[in-house]
């Protein structure tokens, strides 16, 4: 485990921020795919890559009709300046589960696979779980083949580059309706296992959440000649929308409300100079979905309010709205009937099982992280409660896989 972590620790470290900036299309990611590759077929695992970019790797036997697969598996792809565990955690059990289950002589009565969602971040065209929404039609695969990243290529031009064809990309109904079961494992986003004093969890629920882009617009000058009260500065609502999603969310405490402004970007970005336009983006969450609205709204309010203030203006826009996931009920049951009175937490973190989760029995397990932190260079787990994770995800495969078509 520790071993095939180890392979892909230097591939994407941010030298500026500290951890890893791995993004899809971008050269770390494709060398990361590779990796994949290599270590499916080293597996005798078929390769194949679907048409919205997301990669699979199937044990299969000549006996299976290919329906009713149980499907593992996580992303490759990182925040900027994220950690090591967010994402390849999952890959590499899936990975290491294979191996454990074959090694004790198990064979599958179903098709097993092991998929590495495409853009699951968001990192570089700004939508989250986008490989896992095309291929389940939760977004429009116009609207995202028009996505930019911060240096003005599309998503359909980085795709084509790549060997993605636009003209292909969005819904595959086929590919959706051949899984049984998802199962995904993931280090915590969080410490609860660590007050628990557990290796190993299952999901219950995600959290609604969404993200917003306010984009401020005003008049840029010179800051040396321009005089204070002639200013139409954007960052001055942009800063007051800032403190707003704070206050918001202190507000909707009781409904733990999260409200989160991790990145601004101006225009055109100059020390010396008054910006034209800032871009900000919200992101808002909490335990029900009107309060995380709620909070959306609030800071809405109070951007609008601050810009007609500095004479400004604000154009408001949802990119991505995701509503409270339940993971199945009878999955969840059957996971800790194999692993014994494992605890079941909630997580306000989103996940590609979370997309899958409004089409076929979806399910997560949980690997302890002593630090708490994701999203960020602290992020870890220890060796230990890898090795329970792998255990654990191999226990749950191979009670799905050995059920007939259609899963137990």
Same mark, same amino acid.
Do not use: K
């Given at each position: 485990?520790?071993?095939?972590?180890?392979?892909?620790?230097?591939?994407?470290?941010?030298?500026?921020?500290?951890? +890893? /900036?791995?993004?899809?299309?971008? /050269?770390?990611?494709?060398?990361?795919?590779?990796?994949?590759?290599?270590?499916?077929?080293?597996?005798?695992?078929?390769?194949?890559?679907?048409?919205?970019?997301?990669?699979?790797?199937?044990?299969?036997?000549?006996?299976?009709?290919?329906?009713?697969?149980?499907?593992?598996?996580?992303?490759?792809?990182?925040?900027?300046?994220?950690?090591?565990?967010?994402?390849?955690?999952?890959?590499? /059990?899936?990975?290491?589960?294979?191996?454990?289950?074959?090694?004790?002589?198990?064979?599958?009565?179903?098709?097993?696979?092991?998929?590495?969602?495409?853009?699951?971040?968001?990192?570089?065209?700004?939508?989250?779980?986008?490989? /896992?929404?095309?291929?389940?039609?939760?977004?429009?695969?116009?609207?995202?083949?028009?996505?930019?990243?911060?240096?003005? +290529?599309?998503?359909?031009?980085?795709?084509?580059?790549?060997?993605?064809?636009?003209?292909?990309?969005?819904?595959?109904?086929?590919?959706?309706?051949?899984?049984?079961?998802?199962?995904?494992?993931?280090?915590?986003?969080?410490?609860?296992?660590?007050?628990?004093?557990?290796?190993?969890?299952?999901?219950?629920?995600?959290?609604?959440?969404?993200?917003?882009?306010?984009?401020?617009?005003?008049?840029?000058?010179?800051?040396?000649?321009?005089?204070?009260?002639?200013?139409?500065?954007?960052?001055?609502?942009?800063?007051?929308?800032?403190?707003?999603?704070?206050?918001?969310a202190r507000a909707a405490r009781a409904d733990d409300a999260r409200a989160t402004v991790g990145r601004v970007t101006a225009y055109p970005g100059g020390t010396n100079v008054v910006p034209s336009r800032v871009d900000v983006w919200l992101d808002a969450r909490a335990a029900a979905e009107p309060a995380a609205r709620a909070v959306a709204t609030e800071v809405e309010a109070a951007a609008r309010s601050a810009a007609e203030e500095e004479g400004c203006e604000v154009e408001v826009?949802?990119?991505?709205?995701?509503?409270?996931?339940?993971?199945?009920?009878?999955?969840?049951?059957?996971?800790?009937?194999?692993?014994?009175?494992?605890?079941?937490?909630?997580?306000?973190?989103?996940?590609?099982?979370?997309?899958?989760?409004?089409?076929?029995?979806?399910?997560?397990? +949980?690997?302890?992280?002593?630090?708490?932190?994701?999203?960020?260079?602290?992020?870890?787990?220890?060796?230990?409660?890898?090795?329970?994770?792998?255990?654990?995800?191999?226990?749950?495969?191979?009670?799905?896989?050995?059920?007939?078509?259609?899963?137990?």
């Amino acid at each position: 485990m520790q071993r095939t972590l180890g392979e892909i620790e230097g591939i994407g470290g941010d030298r500026l921020r500290g951890g +890893y /900036s791995r993004h899809v299309f971008t /050269s770390s990611e494709l060398e990361l795919r590779e990796w994949f590759r290599a270590e499916a077929a080293a597996r005798d695992l078929d390769v194949e890559q679907d048409r919205n970019g997301n990669l699979w790797a199937w044990w299969t036997g000549p006996a299976m009709a290919g329906q009713g697969a149980v499907v593992t598996g996580s992303h490759l792809d990182s925040v900027p300046g994220g950690g090591a565990f967010d994402g390849p955690l999952g890959v590499v /059990s899936a990975l290491c589960a294979v191996d454990r289950l074959r090694a004790g002589g198990f064979r599958p009565a179903r098709p097993v696979a092991v998929v590495v969602f495409a853009e699951e971040e968001g990192g570089r065209f700004g939508l989250p779980c986008l490989g /896992s929404r095309l291929m389940t039609g939760a977004v429009d695969p116009a609207r995202a083949l028009r996505l930019r990243d911060a240096d003005g +290529y599309t998503f359909a031009e980085a795709a084509e580059h790549r060997g993605v064809p636009p003209r292909f990309i969005g819904p595959d109904p086929e590919r959706l309706a051949r899984i049984g079961t998802f199962v995904e494992l993931h280090v915590e986003q969080g410490r609860r296992l660590v007050d628990l004093d557990e290796p190993v969890a299952v999901a219950s629920t995600i959290d609604p959440h969404g993200r917003w882009r306010l984009s401020f617009t005003g008049v840029g000058d010179h800051a040396g000649t321009a005089v204070l009260d002639d200013r139409r500065d954007p960052m001055v609502p942009a800063a007051r929308a800032v403190l707003a999603a704070r206050a918001a969310a202190r507000a909707a405490r009781a409904d733990d409300a999260r409200a989160t402004v991790g990145r601004v970007t101006a225009y055109p970005g100059g020390t010396n100079v008054v910006p034209s336009r800032v871009d900000v983006w919200l992101d808002a969450r909490a335990a029900a979905e009107p309060a995380a609205r709620a909070v959306a709204t609030e800071v809405e309010a109070a951007a609008r309010s601050a810009a007609e203030e500095e004479g400004c203006e604000v154009e408001v826009r949802e990119e991505s709205w995701s509503e409270t996931t339940r993971f199945d009920p009878a999955l969840r049951a059957g996971m800790r009937s194999v692993l014994g009175d494992v605890p079941v937490l909630a997580t306000g973190a989103g996940h590609d099982a979370g997309v899958l989760a409004a089409h076929v029995p979806a399910g997560m397990l +949980y690997v302890r992280n002593p630090t708490g932190i994701s999203h960020a260079p602290d992020e870890h787990a220890e060796p230990a409660d890898c090795a329970d994770g792998v255990v654990a995800l191999a226990r749950v495969i191979a009670e799905q896989a050995a059920c007939g078509e259609g899963g137990g």
